[in-house]
């Protein structure tokens, strides 16, 4: 199986060089859900609406985590987040499970992961490239000192009686340029991708922001 080729840009880290994927990358899917950005871990995670989510799908329904599952895979969870990560080990034996790598979960593999397929990413035949999308920025990983700031920023809000949002929710509302300029990096970094690998769409998530548009006869989604 050919290796995923990321085109040739400074801002992309080339995922040739990134996580190596333990099953063959480009596999035939009829019927998936994909979710990307949990964060299971933070007290933003939606548990009871994710895990009926889950519930109401068929069971021919393959389910794909688009990176970012846990907020911090080296996190003790408490017992009801622990509880979701064991019922998706339990989902591997009803349905197919793959878990896709992002920068908050790289790495990470449960001790006993049941049926579930970790992965780096998915390419569903030439319909569709399944990427958490750190991968395409080349903004963030060269502005950790003002993400680090800017965390500590939105902290002190919630401190303060701030409303507990995710710090991706607050960047949003308050710097939507500078958020502009990092959503239209993955897309058009994404876009590249697709089109290198002969793909006709593209999944990301990552940047959380909802988006679905087509530019260069691809479709880019983020979920």
Known sequence: MEELI???SPAIISMRNRRKPNIPMEIEITRAV????????????????FLDLIESLSADTT????????????AQLSAQDQSVVD???DQSYKRDVYWLHGN??????????GRIRYQSHLQIGKRLLVVHGDDFDGILPRNEWFIRNFRRLHNLRVWFGA???HVAEFAKKWFP?????????VRNNAVKCAIENGVTAITCGH??????????????INT
């Open 104 to 113: 908050h979960d790289e790495g990470h593999r449960m001790a006993e992961p």
């Open 6 to 8: 990321a085109p040739p």
């Open 63 to 74: 389910l794909i985590l688009n990176g970012d599952t846990l907020d911090d895979s080296n």
């Open 177 to 185: 340029f500078l958020y502009r300029i990092l959503t239209t990096e």
């Open 34 to 49: 994909i979710v990307s950005d949990l964060h299971i871990g933070l007290p933003q995670f939606r548990r009871q609406e």
């Open 163 to 165: 409303s507990p949002v």
């Open 207 to 220: 940047t959380h922001y909802v988006e679905d548009s087509l530019g260069e006869d691809v479709r880019y």
């Open 87 to 89: 019922f998706l080990r």
